[in-house]
């Protein structure tokens, strides 16, 4: 089993839609949650960054992370074919921060 | 403000042959990483070296594998002997101290490597 765990998609949505990205985990050390953004054969750029429990907002993007539940989310609001891309969550332990955990990556379109 | 730089974007090797990647980082910046991804996988930590000194290489195959970030020019991340299987995408990333605890990266383009 992986440590983390992330639908792979393809997920297509209409413009303007509402996108829900998920991971789930199951290393309990893990204190840091991240997403990350890469658009096809770039790097990954680092999108929202959260410490613990709780919710963070971002303009149209909001990072969750429910520590109980080992399961943490990214919404995307009024989606733009622009946010087209592959989005990686990422995670690490107090202490390990220099190690990161990557999700397989979900592939999102959003079509005009 | 430059980003992370890496070099060569693509490289071709023949089995047997050695791979030298290089990763300079942003300004400012004492710490990289190095990180491996193989096609339909995510991201796979190498290793994370400070200037002249490997912090953790836990993640780095024990063979024909080695990093570098010497006190002056880019880290260099040296595949020998390549395999097929060595065919990956291959990242570095920096952060400046501030961020070195928190997993807070700033990657390179990556550097596209296939080995025929």
């Known amino acids: 089993q992986k440590e983390v765990e992330q639908d792979p998609g393809p997920l297509s949505v209409p413009e303007g839609a509402i996108v829900s990205l998920n991971c789930t985990y199951s290393n309990s050390a893990f204190q840091y949650f991240m997403w990350y953004r890469q658009y096809s054969r770039k790097g990954p750029e680092l999108l929202m960054y959260?410490?613990?429990?709780g919710n963070k907002e971002d303009g149209r993007f909001t990072a969750q992370v429910d520590k109980s539940s080992k399961y943490i989310s990214l919404f995307i609001r009024d989606s733009q074919p622009s946010d087209s891309a592959t989005y990686l969550c990422?995670?690490?332990?107090?202490?390990?921060?220099?190690?990161?955990?990557f999700g397989s990556g979900t592939q999102l379109t959003v079509l005009p | 403000n430059a980003g992370v730089m890496q070099n060569p974007r693509h490289l071709v090797r023949r089995r047997g042959q050695e791979a030298r990647l290089r990763c300079s980082p942003m300004?400012?910046?004492?710490?990289v990483y190095w990180y491996r991804q193989l096609p339909e996988e995510g991201l796979k930590f190498m290793v994370y070296?400070?200037?002249?000194?490997?912090?953790?290489e836990s993640g780095m195959p024990k063979e024909r594998f080695s990093a570098e970030f010497p006190k002056e020019g880019p880290s260099i991340l040296r595949i020998q002997q390549v395999v097929r299987g060595d065919s990956a995408a291959y990242f570095c990333?920096?952060?400046?101290?501030?961020?070195?605890?928190?997993?807070?990266?700033?990657f390179g383009e990556g550097s596209r490597l296939t080995v025929l």
């Open positions: 959260t410490y613990s429990s």
């Open positions: 990422a995670m690490s332990a107090s202490g390990s921060a220099r190690q990161l955990t």
């Open positions: 990333a920096s952060s400046p101290d501030r961020t070195a605890n928190t997993g807070e990266l700033f």
């Open positions: 070296l400070q200037k002249e000194n490997i912090i953790d």
């Open positions: 300004k400012g910046h004492s710490h």
